[in-house]
Nanobody, 122 residues
Framework: QVQLVESGGGLVQPGESLRLSCAASGSFFRITRMNWYRQAPGKKRVLVAASGNDGTTNYPYWLLGRFIISGDYAKNTVYLQMNNLQPEDTAVYFC????????????????WGQGTQVTVRS
């Protein structure tokens, strides 16, 4: 059993910032990737930030550098710093991890958090 607990969502005004957190616990050997997705009402879930345990990070170009992902692989925790938030950033944000189940396994399993609501409005 793997659990992802997200926190940090809320209601903010345009131009403000928020920091989301996601802590993973349970039965896995090692996390290989930690990511953040979001899903706005009536739209598909999309990737907004990705990190690997090799230190790499990736973002979609349309975010224009406003979001920063930080993965603490020693603590199995990932953060998403969101700056200059705009109404179009309103969505449910989901934490996603990929992890190996055991030292000898090459299989990577994927897990999702329950989501945290971020609302941006004046």
């Amino acid at each position: 059993q793997v659990q992802l607990v997200e926190s940090g969502g809320g209601l903010v005004q345009p131009g403000e910032s928020l920091r989301l957190s996601c802590a993973a616990s349970g039965s896995f050997f090692r996390i290989t990737r930690m990511n953040w997705y979001r899903q706005a009402p009536g739209k598909k879930r999309v990737l907004v930030a990705a990190s690997g345990n090799d230190g790499t990070t990736n973002y979609p170009y349309w975010l224009l550098g406003r979001f920063i992902i930080s993965g603490d692989y020693a603590k199995n925790t990932v953060y998403l710093q969101m700056n200059n938030l705009q109404p179009e950033d309103t969505a449910v944000y989901f934490c996603n991890i990929q992890a190996r189940g055991s030292p000898g396994s090459v299989v990577v399993d994927e897990y999702w958090g329950q989501g945290t609501q971020v609302t941006v409005r004046s």
